[in-house]
């Protein structure tokens, strides 16, 4: 039976070649594209804002956790789209995170007024904008725990938007 000591891939107190690390980074950031990062991250905020909208509308009930919701759906689709290992791959997933919250929010004030007003909507859309209290009714709506909530929100979108590298990946690598 080989000893499995001299495979650095499965010695974990092998010594890591840095430059070999670093070259297996560069291999990873070619294989980057933050065009398609952008474009998953605003699908994935539109769906999960429009599902907390239509929650809402259903529930009749504000639910500040559908955030979190919204920031893993976010973080993944920009993860297995950009596989990006470089922190702007986070800062997207926690910008379209807060993007997607905010809006999930907005739709949910739109679709509930139009449930309880019994219009559809659109003339729900102009009727609050029309007098603009789009502001408002989205205080009226927030409560301090939804603080809480995005911010976890925007913690998932950053965390979950890198491409995962294991430790065998690095251990294999460098």
């Known amino acids: 039976m080989e000893n499995q000591n001299n495979n650095p891939a499965l010695n974990p107190d092998a010594p890591i070649d840095q430059n070999k690390l670093d070259a297996y980074k560069e291999n990873l950031r070619t294989e980057q594209d933050f065009t398609k990062a952008i474009l998953a991250g605003a699908v994935a905020a539109i769906i999960g804002a429009a599902l907390w909208g239509l929650i809402t509308s259903l529930t009749g009930y504000q639910i500040g956790y559908m955030a979190l ?20 791959y986070g800062y997207l997933g926690a910008v379209l995170s807060l993007v997607g919250c905010f809006f999930g929010n907005y739709l949910g004030v739109i679709l509930y007024v139009a449930k309880a007003s019994n219009v559809d909507f659109f003339t729900a859309y102009e009727l609050i904008n029309s007098v603009d209290s789009v502001s408002g009714l989205m205080m009226k709506s927030f409560g301090v725990i939804d603080l809480l909530f995005y911010g976890i929100a925007i913690y998932e979108g950053y965390k979950f938007s890198f491409r995962p590298i294991t430790d065998e990946e690095i251990l294999a690598n460098a």
């Open 69 to 88: 919701g919204v920031g893993f759906l976010v973080g993944m689709a920009i993860r297995y789209a950009g596989k990006g290992i470089d922190p702007e």
